[in-house]
Every structure is written in C-alpha cells, then in structure tokens.
C-alpha cells in the first residue's frame, strides 16, 4: 500500500489553510530519518489506506522521489469536531524489528451465550506485538466457540500469532472471560469506528506537532 504526499513549509497555526482544504498535516520520524519530516496529504486518500493498513500494516510514504516504509503511528483528532487533524508515521526497516498494536477480533460463536445468561467479554482491544514490518499480523483472531463454562478464560499466551512475530505483553494475562449479563463489565476501550469517513474517536488527547514546532522557533 502507497500513500503520495507532498513536502509541507507551513507550521503552526497556519495549517488550518491546508485543512481547510481537507489536506491533513503528518510528520515523519525515526531512527531511519535524521530530522522530522513535514508532510501533507489529501484527507479522504489517507483514510481509504487507513482502513486498510490500520496501525499494524506497513505502508509506503512517497514524495520528492523518495519512498520510504513506515507505520502509522498516531492519529490526532480534533477533540470537539472528531475531525482528522494530523498524522504521525513512524519510519521503519523491512530488516529491524518493530513493536506494533495489533487489533483483536472475536470469531465465532460460543454456546454459553445462547443460555441468555452469560456474555463474552474481549478484556482489551490490542495488544503489542514485535516482527519485522512485512510480519506483522494485521489483526488477531480469537475464536470463542471452544467457550463452553462460566469459567473458561483465554489468554494472551493462547493466541496464536504465527512463528514470525512475538508478544512482548504479560502471556498469563486474561483476554477473553465470560461474565453475567446482570454484572458491571468492565468499561473496555472504545471501539474504532468510521463514519462520513471522519476518525470517531472522542476520547483521544488530540496534540498538534505542528504547534509545538511553532513554539520553539
């Protein structure tokens, strides 16, 4: 997956000119990279890759003739609007290892549920993951059928991850338990979603590189 975007001057404040042209500003930074590199891109480019990359998929950043892989690292948003507002991306080697947040899917179906009684609870939406870019799993799959008693737990060292990458988060931690409907769940982290093509995220921090690049001059 490619993305093309264009070297960016503007800084600070006056990048709401390039949003208001539904241009979102990014940067580029890394070991691979001597300074941050300022970027700028088409909004609705970036979230149709997104969609498909999410933040454990590496991509290909082109501009000024140069292609360089990375992982997109952070999303900004405007905590009011929801709006897009910028993109970090983390320049990466396809031979150095890199840790990554790998979404969890739940698949299947687990006969406990159908009693009306009991629920599946997914305990956390990632976890961190380490593998050369190109082996990062883009999502892991846990299925629940094998899910038959109340007390039946899952957890991180039982996911199967493939012999490429490796977990780098406590293996005996629970991922998956079944839980009362009438008990108080755990509040979970909130779930990505898209709509109007609009990062929905109301709980994110937004911060502004750019601001702070404006501050120091």
Same mark, same amino acid.
């Given at each position: 997956?490619?993305?093309?975007?264009?070297?960016?001057q503007?800084?600070?404040?006056?990048v709401?000119?390039l949003?208001?042209? $539904?241009?979102?500003?990014?940067?580029?930074?890394?070991?691979r990279?001597?300074?941050?590199?300022?970027?700028?891109?088409?909004?609705?480019?970036?979230?149709?890759?997104?969609?498909?990359?999410?933040?454990?998929?590496p991509?290909?950043?082109s501009?000024?003739?140069i $292609?360089?892989?990375?992982l997109?690292h952070?999303?900004q948003?405007?905590?009011?609007?929801?709006?897009?507002?910028?993109?970090?991306?983390l320049?990466?080697?396809?031979?150095?290892?890199?840790?990554?947040s790998?979404?969890?899917?739940?698949?299947?179906?687990?006969?406990i549920?159908?009693?009306?009684e009991?629920?599946?609870?997914?305990?956390?939406?990632?976890?961190?993951?380490?593998?050369f870019?190109?082996d990062?799993?883009?999502?892991?799959?846990?299925d629940?059928?094998n899910?038959q008693?109340?007390?039946?737990?899952?957890?991180?060292?039982?996911l $199967?991850?493939?012999?490429?990458?490796?977990?780098?988060?406590?293996?005996?931690?629970?991922?998956?338990?079944?839980?009362?409907?009438e008990?108080?769940?755990?509040e979970?982290?909130?779930?990505?979603?898209w709509?109007?093509?609009?990062?929905?995220?109301?709980?994110?921090?937004?911060?502004?590189?750019d601001?702070?690049?404006?501050?120091k001059?």
């Open positions: 997956m490619k993305l093309n975007v264009q070297s960016r503007l800084t600070g404040k006056k709401k000119q949003r208001n042209q $539904d241009i979102i500003p990014g940067v580029i930074y890394g070991k990279t001597k300074e941050a590199i300022l970027v700028s891109f088409p909004k609705n480019e970036f979230l149709r890759l997104f969609k498909k990359a999410w933040q454990s998929t991509v290909t950043i501009w000024d003739g $292609d360089q892989l990375v997109i952070e999303i948003v405007d905590p009011v609007s929801d709006f897009l507002i910028h993109v970090d991306f320049a990466v080697s396809r031979d150095e290892k890199v840790v990554a790998i979404p969890l899917i739940l698949t299947g179906e687990s006969n549920e159908k009693l009306g009991w629920k599946i609870q997914l305990l956390k939406d990632t976890v961190e993951v380490e593998a870019p190109q990062l799993p883009h999502e892991i799959k846990i629940i059928s899910i008693k109340m007390n039946d737990v899952i957890f991180i060292k039982d $199967d991850i493939g012999a490429k990458a490796e977990i780098v988060e406590d293996l005996e931690q629970a991922i998956v338990t079944v839980v009362a409907f008990e108080e769940e755990v979970e982290t909130p779930t990505v979603e709509e109007d093509k609009e990062w929905e995220a109301k709980e994110w921090e937004a911060k502004e590189w601001t702070k690049t404006e501050e001059k």
